[in-house]
């Protein structure tokens, strides 16, 4: 079901983002919407091109699980990162004008926005 975003009273319109799927955790970060999925093993059947690709690069991706983490831009109405992380996310932490995320295998990934563009995650 996709998932529908309420905008404020004042605003002409809701919309909806295509965001199909499970969802482990929803975070918003200033402008921004962060939508993490529970872990699963990605196959080339998925619809999401973001997983597709990953398994394009890696050939051992499909042996372990991922988490698939993506930032929405609901005022552009656009997506502005989509990524996954091998073995889990265990937590997105909004702090500092940037997003980081918390693997279960303890590393820590930020990112940084910078005039509402959004980076690709590094391993801190």
Same mark, same amino acid.
């Given at each position: 079901?996709?998932?529908?975003?309420?905008?404020?009273?004042? *605003?002409?319109?809701?919309?909806?983002?295509?965001?199909?799927?499970? =969802?482990?955790? !929803?975070?918003?970060?200033? $402008?921004? +919407? %962060?939508?993490?999925?529970?872990?699963?093993?990605?196959?080339?059947?998925?619809?999401?091109?973001?997983?597709?690709?990953?398994? *394009?690069?890696?050939?051992?991706?499909?042996?372990?699980?991922?988490? =698939?983490?993506? !930032?929405?831009?609901?005022? $552009?109405? +656009? %997506?502005?990162?989509?990524?996954?992380?091998?073995?889990?996310?265990?937590?997105?932490?909004?702090?500092?004008?940037?997003?980081?995320?918390?693997?279960?295998?303890?590393?820590?990934?930020?990112?940084?926005?910078?005039?509402?563009?959004?980076?690709?995650?590094?391993?801190?």
């Amino acid at each position: 079901m996709p998932m529908k975003v309420c905008t404020p009273s004042y *605003a002409p319109t809701a919309f909806e983002l295509g965001f199909t799927g499970n =969802k482990s955790s !929803v975070h918003s970060h200033s $402008n921004y +919407l %962060v939508i993490v999925t529970p872990p699963f093993f990605p196959t080339f059947a998925s619809q999401s091109a973001t997983v597709r690709n990953l398994l *394009a690069r890696s050939p051992n991706a499909g042996e372990t699980d991922i988490t =698939k983490v993506t !930032v929405f831009d609901p005022e $552009n109405k +656009l %997506v502005a990162y989509s990524g996954t992380f091998k073995q889990g996310v265990r937590e997105v932490i909004s702090q500092w004008g940037n997003i980081y995320v918390l693997s279960t295998d303890g590393n820590v990934s930020s990112n940084h926005v910078h005039e509402g563009r959004i980076t690709d995650f590094g391993v801190l």
